[in-house]
């Protein structure tokens, strides 16, 4: 039972299969614990701090040790085959994330939180542009505040943490640890918002927050996660709207040509708005399953929570009104949709944009002789490179060959490899491959080591690699979105695994038939909607708007 | 009873007496919100959610309205009269933070929080070129994580915040909501740690934490600070202690050069040693009020979280070793300390390399002619500057007089203020005041409008007031720190308000009466000692070398 209990490790970044079977005895190959990872987010309650101590890994670690210089056979599982399970191993291969002791939480390690980094410095500096200020609010909500909003507690009750004891002593009222912070945010301020003068009021927070989910999956969805929200309050509705609207077209401008993600925008149905907004505005990403990601949302809080809270001020009339509110927000699970969108059976591919290592240097020697030159010439080139605001790195070390760092490199998803031997030295050339085109195909050689040719050439390529990726997930895309005209079109769209788009002015209850009976979402009202005539899927009657439907995570 | 409850609301930068009168009705005068605070301090339970609804402040707001567009006199007590409250009235009326609804708890401001962004800005650079990683760990910890090293529990367990309920169901195992990481740090390093190759493991996270304190004051102790923590592990004691030492001399060069802070910093002593800790090392700050403040820590812990947690390596000649280990942490307290150092009657003084606002450009008109001339001259200089790197605001609000923008801009801080009016814009020339030298003094007339000579100008006043600051902080240290022989002195020196310095080689037992009879603690074992013989001041014994004695935050 302590050994079921034990907590996995995924720091292996290849096992042959002679590591694997020594580690499968202490728990430790991937998809053991992929398996033991199913069986986790099947839990209900928190791991008790079950796990066992080092010794047993500890025996088999000197094994383990003398093992490891062996160019590796990967085993990350074939995106294919199983696509959860690749998705797992890409994440424990290449070092993204690791499983905190409690069930359902998730340690970022240094290489995902860098990508997490690069969201943000784009991010931050668009926020900042738009006129939002950051700040910081206390993750501890009183539990009163999340029921003054009704539907917001609905939505939100079901999956609360909840601090009840602080310095020894039962607290008199719970405290909520924030899920999201509408309710703290009016409550400020209804403070601070006095006279049209003061608004509108624009800012943002990078935060944790914490939401009780029984089923978590990596980056996706966790216990807890890494946010921005931005909240704003305004004067007039008008303003609220374009304020909402403004800000899921700065996700989707990122998504397209940061991420290389070719996001659907739209407006969410009624059933799927957010608890305690007016509309909600969303970026639909489809993952390489062709299962959607809801990847960023706007809210339109209207005066939903202005009204809960009191939050007024004085127009230039002298009139007391309440101020008109929105809330949006993006994620750490935008990680997860870049590993699901661009990644393949080598690993994970990263956008050059995102990429927290754009390029990798490889030198290549065989006699201790060329080793000097080789790795000296290596290291100007990394110069030149690190000086025109490129992400590079030198992958100089003696443990690994040249073989098993190309893997480990492609498997880290680096855009660009820049291979240099004895022969290369000789000629003023260096190798360059692509991550995006395997084999020969993807290589370019000859390459001149003069700086003004190589850094252009590096340049030109990392910007085809970020074109090449978001063309590539625009074809898939628009190859597996369906347009239906009926239901039982849309049944068969949504059992081959694909997206349907089919005109909806159903009910409610339509649209929860729909999820019951075949298990997809309207996952929006895309913004750019064909022209002409249309007529509901279900029900025949004219409808306005095309809605597209998928299964999601 | 309501009203009592009602929390305070600090958004009036400015009161005149009448609007202070109007203000008392509701609440809201900063006098009174500091008569409260120090009621919300010495409660021991989180405040219910008894803040009543807007309506009353409401029937006030209009009447307010009216007259904010005064010359505001200024509300901030005095420094000399009243410390405390003149820093609450600064955090208050700088909108550096307020309360949140939680006791204990802080809303961090959009100006209060662009400080440390500043201060992040820095040091983020710093923990990476000396090789830190950023990585994020869950802030959930199994409560019997933090029972596994003896001293950190009894360090802690007092002060712990807990979640019980999850999802609506009772937790089995409580969690602790991270006062600190060593403990899920040290889990997870077991897991990554193998080999001498996989040291050292060198990280740092920007978190949130909590720590379940009795009494508060905003940004110096609150229930939920945000700081960054890092934590390394390596394979050698001797790496380990250079470690610790070299992030002490990090924050002690942030401190200097970017704070104006001169820190002293040294050793703890073992009954000030962090827990959990081999040992500790501080930068402890004199406050405008000459009690200390310890502003940043970097402990050497040893093998005592190792020991607990089972982390070991495989060293070079395959033997199984625990890791030796570091972590170090600033946080948002360092606001407080810059604002504490720094400030005056006036307000806020900030130095110009963590000022979010280095340079605020007034421009002076009275008739509407003068008017587009005057404000169109002040943005061409904003633009200079602005390209020059220079953080700069241009104030060209019609709602506000010139004088009080200068009063206003001065209580937030801002190093540099250039006003141009008509007559100036006549001369091609501006007038240049510093904030860190009242009155004619700090002006300089005349300074050409022509680009090259005016950001030359500004970039040079800016290094001044910096060294300057420096320089003033240095001197009131120095004059209030006093060399004592004996504990007669000692006790003399802190009666006065002052630090005492001198030859200790006494008990812990001896140190602990030292704080009963006189409040004082020791600070630190300077790294900087004074040469030659050294009697313990309190046994007369020889003593290696002189501590640091104060009252303390």
Chains 1, 2 share one sequence.
Request: glycine share 6%; charged share 25%; net charge neutral.
């Amino acid at each position: 039972m302590v050994t079921s209990l034990r907590l996995p490790s995924l720091t292996h970044l290849f096992s042959s299969p002679s590591i694997a079977a020594i580690s499968s005895i202490s728990g430790r190959s991937p998809s053991l614990l992929r398996r033991r990872f199913h069986w986790l987010c099947l839990r209900s309650r928190p791991l008790a701090a079950g796990f066992s101590t080092q010794s047993t890994a500890a025996e088999t670690q000197d094994r383990i040790d003398s093992l490891k210089n062996r160019v590796p056979d990967q085993v990350i599982t074939p995106r294919s085959q199983d696509f959860n399970a690749w998705y797992l191993d890409v994440i424990a291969n290449a070092e993204l994330a690791d499983y905190g002791p409690v069930r359902g939480t998730m340690v970022i390690r240094p290489y995902g939180y860098a990508i997490w980094e690069s969201i943000q410095e784009y991010l931050n500096v668009k926020f900042k542009e738009t006129g939002h200020s950051n700040m910081y609010f206390p993750q501890f909500i009183p539990y009163s505040f999340i029921e003054k909003e009704a539907s917001h507690v609905e939505g939100f009750s079901p999956e609360l943490a909840l601090v009840t004891i602080g310095g020894g002593k039962e607290l008199e009222e719970k405290l909520v640890v924030r899920p999201t912070s509408e309710t703290i945010v009016n409550h400020m301020f209804t403070q601070w918002i006095h006279s049209y003068r003061d608004l509108p009021l624009m800012i943002n927070q990078w935060a944790n927050v914490t939401r009780w989910e029984m089923r978590t999956k990596p980056f996706v969805r966790t216990l807890e996660f890494l946010w921005q929200e931005g909240h704003t309050a305004h004067a007039t509705p008008e303003e609220a709207e374009n304020e909402a609207r403004q800000m899921i077209d700065i996700y989707t401008r990122f998504a397209y040509e940061q991420a290389a993600i070719p996001v659907i925008a739209g407006r969410k149905s009624k059933v799927e708005t957010f608890a305690g907004a007016s509309k909600t505005y969303t970026i639909e990403a489809m993952m390489g399953d062709k299962k959607a990601l809801q990847a960023g949302t706007s809210h339109n809080l209207g005066q939903n929570f202005s009204r809960a809270f009191g939050t007024q001020f004085t127009d230039e009339n002298g009139q007391r009104q309440h101020v008109w509110q929105t809330s949006w927000a993006i994620s750490t699970r935008f990680v997860g949709g870049i590993i699901m969108t661009h990644g393949d059976d080598a690993g994970l591919m990263l956008p050059p944009k995102l990429a927290p290592i754009q390029v990798v240097i490889v030198p290549i020697w065989k006699k201790d002789d060329e080793k000097v030159a080789v790795v000296n010439a290596a290291s100007s080139i990394k110069a030149v490179l690190h000086s025109a605001g490129i992400k590079v790195k030198l992958d100089d070390s003696e443990q690994r060959t040249p073989g098993w760092k190309f893997n480990f490199w492609e498997m880290k998803g680096v855009p660009l490899r820049i291979e240099i031997g004895p022969r290369d030295l000789f000629n003023g050339t260096v190798v360059i491959s692509r991550r995006d085109v395997p084999g020969k195909q993807g290589k370019v050689f000859g390459i001149s080591m003069e700086p003004s040719v190589l850094e252009a050439h590096v340049k030109e390529k990392l910007d085809e690699i970020q074109s090449s990726l978001l063309e590539k997930a625009i074809a898939f895309r628009d190859s597996n979105i369906v347009d239906v005209t009926s239901y039982d079109d849309l049944k068969v769209a949504i059992s081959e695994g694909k997206w349907a788009r089919g005109p909806w002015s159903a009910s409610d209850e339509g649209e929860i038939k729909v999820k019951e009976e075949t298990g997809a979402t309207i996952r929006c009202f895309p913004f750019e909607q064909p022209d002409g005539d249309k007529k509901c899927l279900m029900t025949g009657k004219p409808a306005e708007e095309v809605a597209i439907f998928a299964k999601s995570y």
